[in-house]
């Protein structure tokens, strides 16, 4: 899913030829505890707890609030905002604060706390391979040396003009991931037909229809090249500036490795 970026203030390029950029990602979680219900038929309204977790952080605002969890005793909120540097400001507003609902005597307390970051360390990729015992640490692919992505817009990545907008292309992947480091070689599931088939995908040559996103491996010549890669790519979404100025991210995940690459 992508969101449109209105400051691109905080963006690191990695590719100007395909206006592809690195923006950090700048999430909280918002918990607001409820009072017990005394009353039967008294009920509390989310909308009105969410307008006034909104009013709270006035004028700053968020990008997107959402309530990812409501219970009897609390309701939690994920909010994000355009900027990382506007994370501790909003986070001063919110914590320890209350919330006072027409109709209720009690207030309602807020908890309101930056999200941590779902990320391989270097201490996951260190002691896989050093656990492991079927790798040869001079092959590629049997080392820290190729990162698996999910989530990477398809049409970011297509050849310009292609007559399949929709196809992502290993040249362009090339092109992107080489900011951190040489590639020694990609590699893009989504086009290769035998594998689409048996993973029972419902895959066609001539059609990518469906296919908004995709996963890729990235494999570095060098062991710096990947630890750059990885360091640059924690706690960042992609975002794409057109040729108009006009900006969109959307969130990649960069999975952990339970086994050997190995592509040529």
Known sequence: MTTIVHDTSEAVCLSAEHNVYLKPIAKMTISVALPQLKLPGKSISNWEVMERVKAMVAPEQFSALRISKSTLDYIRFEGEVENKTVVKSLLTRLDGKTIKLSGFTDVLKVRAVENKVDFPTRHDWDSFFRDAKDMNETLPGERPDTIHLEGLPCRWFSQKDSQFPDRPSEEVLIAVFQAFGKVRHVDIPMLDPYREDMLDK???????????????????????????????????????????????????KVLKRDAPVRIW
């Open 202 to 252: 419902n895959f066609s040559t001539f059609s990518f229809g469906g296919h908004l996103n995709f996963e890729a491996y990235v494999q570095y010549q060098e062991y710096c090249g990947f630890t750059v890669a990885m360091d640059s790519l924690r706690g960042m979404k992609l975002m794409l500036k057109g040729d108009d100025g006009k900006a969109v991210a959307c969130n990649i």
